[in-house]
């Protein structure tokens, strides 16, 4: 199993671009997630997923969009890029998002907006 | 208000001692998973140790075991015997259902830098 990944592992955009981050995992799991991490800030919920065609924003949604087609594949579109949105972007996945369900961390996609 | 309060920055430890992290979580859903994770200068991720709600003892896994005390609201990390591998950030998180579907909400972090 690949567990999750994330594509691409670097990317820079110019201000006002768009792009669309991807992830996907291949352990059948109902709930994914993607998260932020800025320098003393931990990582922020952006948006989840509790199964196909079910998606819902976490803390920090605004400049995101997200779609569910399919269990294995949780894309993050940025509508049109910010400085502010430089940071790293993990997407995890989990079983089902019980309380005790583990979650799963792609590597990270650093993300760069000038 | 913050959910997860992790409220030691950074952190020194001398090698082969035990060092404990800070972890205060707040919470009105009786059900709820607490974690801890890893994340060395690599960058990745890595589970290391979780805590229902409703479990009568602490979890230990390996090195690590996490002090529980759910009337004080805190769930603790601590290494036991450390090695400069365990230098990196360790994060707290805390998956429970209040709001709707169950999110995870993570701690600001904790640097750990163990000295030889």
């Known amino acids: 199993n690949a567990g999750v990944t994330q594509t691409p592992k670097f990317q820079v955009l110019k201000t006002g671009q768009s792009m669309t981050l991807q992830c996907a995992q291949d352990m059948n799991h109902e709930y994914m997630s993607w998260y932020r991490q800025d320098p003393g800030m931990g990582l922020r919920l952006i948006h989840y997923s509790v199964g196909a065609g079910i998606t819902d924003q976490g803390e920090v949604p605004n400049g995101y969009n997200v779609s569910r087609s399919t269990t294995e594949d949780f894309p993050l579109r940025l509508l049109s890029a910010a400085p502010s949105q430089t940071s790293v972007y993990f997407c995890?996945?989990?079983?089902?998002?019980?309380?005790?369900?583990?979650?799963?961390f792609g590597p990270g996609t650093r993300l760069t907006v000038t | 208000a913050q959910k997860i309060t992790q409220t030691q920055p950074g952190m020194f430890v001398q090698e082969k001692e035990a060092v404990t992290l800070d972890c205060t979580y707040d919470?009105?859903?009786?059900?709820?998973?607490l974690f801890w994770y890893k994340q060395p200068s690599s960058g990745e991720m890595i589970f290391l140790i979780y805590q229902g709600s409703y479990d009568q003892q602490n979890a230990t896994e390996g090195r690590y075991s996490l002090n529980f005390q759910k009337a004080r609201k805190s769930a603790n990390l601590v290494i036991s015997a450390s090695q400069l591998g365990d230098s990196a950030m360790y994060f707290c998180?805390?998956?429970?259902?209040?709001?709707?579907?169950?999110?995870?909400?993570f701690g600001t972090g904790t640097k750990l830098q163990v000295i030889p």
């Open positions: 995890a996945s989990s079983y089902l998002g019980l309380a005790g369900d583990e979650q799963y």
């Open positions: 919470t009105s859903d009786p059900s709820y998973g």
């Open positions: 998180a805390m998956r429970d259902g209040s709001g709707g579907y169950q999110k995870v909400t």
